[in-house]
Nanobody, 131 residues
Framework: VQLQASGGGLVQPGSSLRLSCTASGITLEYYAIGWFRQAPGKEREGVAGISKSDSSTYYVDSVKGRFTVSRDNAKNTVYLHMDSLKPEDTAVYFC?????????????????????????WGQGTQVTVSS
């Protein structure tokens, strides 16, 4: 099983980026998917997620109204569309796939370490927002 986050880059404040989470070996449609990020010197934090049951979404307060998570099951891909990027969004972004909606939600809201044993994690992609 391999997950891969891609689409990061260096952008100016106010710009947009779309990150992709792709998978081989699993079908993402059957997993809850979370996006996490880790800035230098900081703990990994949950950013956004989408459930497997009804594709309901979750966003941390700091990204609400700016980030949108979505699925394209035909492409076995989950996206994180990021608008109005700020310097504080600078981080390595990771995606994780968990078979449990509730556990993924707990990982996003409380502590990503809840997902260490159960989830598939991808390599991260760097997002840098700077003028």
């Amino acid at each position: 099983v391999q997950l891969q986050a891609s689409g990061g880059g260096l952008v100016q404040p106010g710009s947009s980026l779309r990150l992709s989470c792709t998978a081989s070996g699993i079908t993402l449609e059957y997993y809850a998917i979370g996006w996490f990020r880790q800035a230098p010197g900081k703990e990994r934090e949950g950013v956004a997620g989408i459930s497997k049951s009804d594709s309901s979404t979750y966003y941390v307060d700091s990204v609400k109204g700016r980030f949108t998570v979505s699925r394209d099951n035909a492409k076995n891909t989950v996206y994180l569309h990021m608008d109005s990027l700020k310097p504080e969004d600078t981080a390595v972004y990771f995606c994780a796939a968990d078979p449990s909606d509730n556990r993924l939600r707990a990982g996003l809201q409380a502590n990503w370490k809840y997902l260490q044993a159960s989830s598939h994690w991808g390599q991260g992609t760097q997002v840098t927002v700077s003028s």
